[in-house]
């Protein structure tokens, strides 16, 4: 099991082990945009399994693609098992909220979108996600409303905030709770903004949330 790092306090850093990456997809209008498609009807839900994380904050290239693409997006920690949440008590099975990098073989989507089939090649594969360290969720007042950015080798190419998400955080736990059990140590990404694009080999990726630690990645 890959883990994550959560800062509890100001000296105390745990390490939590990870269960299932829940992930949303055109979670902002613009981004759905730029894919090309209508905005969906109801949330697109993909998965990723605790053994793609980069812990090392190093993304390699699977041999498969040419064309890896960086989405930055806000990353919220379970903190509580639950079933069946309702909206109101959602927000209480958050423990802690991260930057996080959803990165995607888009190349691989396409044709997966192309033939019908899964995405799984191009968002679960090895490396393709990266955690900033977690802190606590009484930290952030308002996860639905920070400033998110992205730049790469110092370039900015996402810059948006949160309060563009279609869905909100208490919406997505109570909805994904009728659907998946929730356990202590799944993570949720919350959806990319508008602006992902080509990294190659050697980029330095940055990943900014607003109040919360920024994450560094590099490209094998
Ligand atoms: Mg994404």
């Given at each position: 099991?890959?883990?994550?790092?959560?800062?509890?306090?100001?000296?105390v850093?745990?390490?939590?082990?990870?269960?299932?990456?829940?992930?949303?997809?055109?979670n902002?209008?613009?981004?759905?945009?730029?894919?090309?498609?209508d905005?969906?009807?109801?949330?697109i839900?993909?998965m990723?399994?605790?053994?793609?994380?980069?812990?090392d904050?190093?993304?390699?290239?699977?041999?498969?693609s040419?064309?890896?693409?960086?989405?930055?997006?806000?990353?919220?920690?379970?903190?509580?098992?639950?079933?069946?949440?309702?909206?109101s008590?959602?927000?209480?099975f958050?423990?802690?909220?991260?930057?996080?990098?959803?990165m995607?073989?888009?190349?691989?989507q396409a044709?997966?979108?192309?033939?019908?089939?899964p995405?799984?090649?191009?968002?679960?594969f090895?490396?393709?996600?990266?955690?900033?360290?977690f802190?606590?969720?009484?930290?952030?007042?308002?996860?639905?409303?920070?400033e998110?950015?992205?730049?790469v080798?110092?370039?900015?190419?996402?810059?948006?905030?949160?309060?563009?998400?279609?869905?909100?955080?208490?919406?997505?736990?109570?909805?994904?709770?009728?659907?998946?059990?929730?356990?202590?140590?799944?993570?949720?990404?919350?959806?990319?903004?508008?602006?992902?694009?080509?990294?190659?080999?050697?980029?330095?990726?940055?990943?900014?949330?607003?109040?919360?630690?920024?994450?560094?990645?590099?490209?094998?």
């Open positions: 099991m890959k883990t994550i790092l959560f800062k509890k306090d100001t000296s850093v745990e390490k939590i082990e990870v269960g299932k990456i829940l992930c949303l997809g055109k902002y209008l613009n981004h759905a945009k730029e894919m090309g498609g905005i969906p009807k109801s949330p839900i993909f990723k399994p605790s053994s793609s994380i980069a812990e904050f190093v993304i390699e290239i699977p041999k498969i040419n064309e890896l693409h960086h989405e930055v997006e806000l990353a919220v920690l379970i903190g509580k098992k639950g079933k069946n949440i309702n909206l008590d959602a927000n209480n958050v423990s802690g909220y991260a930057v996080g990098l959803d995607t073989l888009r190349d691989q044709l997966a979108k192309k033939e019908g089939t995405w799984t090649i191009a968002k679960a090895d490396t393709s996600a990266i955690f900033g360290t802190i606590p969720q009484n930290e952030i007042a308002n996860p639905d409303n920070l998110i950015k992205l730049s080798n110092g370039n900015v190419k996402q810059h948006s905030n949160t309060n563009f998400m279609i869905y909100k955080i208490d919406f997505i736990i109570s909805y994904l709770s009728e659907i998946f059990l929730l356990e202590p140590g799944d993570i949720i990404f919350m959806g990319t903004p508008e602006g992902v694009g080509k990294v190659v080999s050697g980029d330095t990726i940055e990943a900014e949330i607003e109040g919360l630690p920024k994450l560094i990645a590099k490209i094998k």
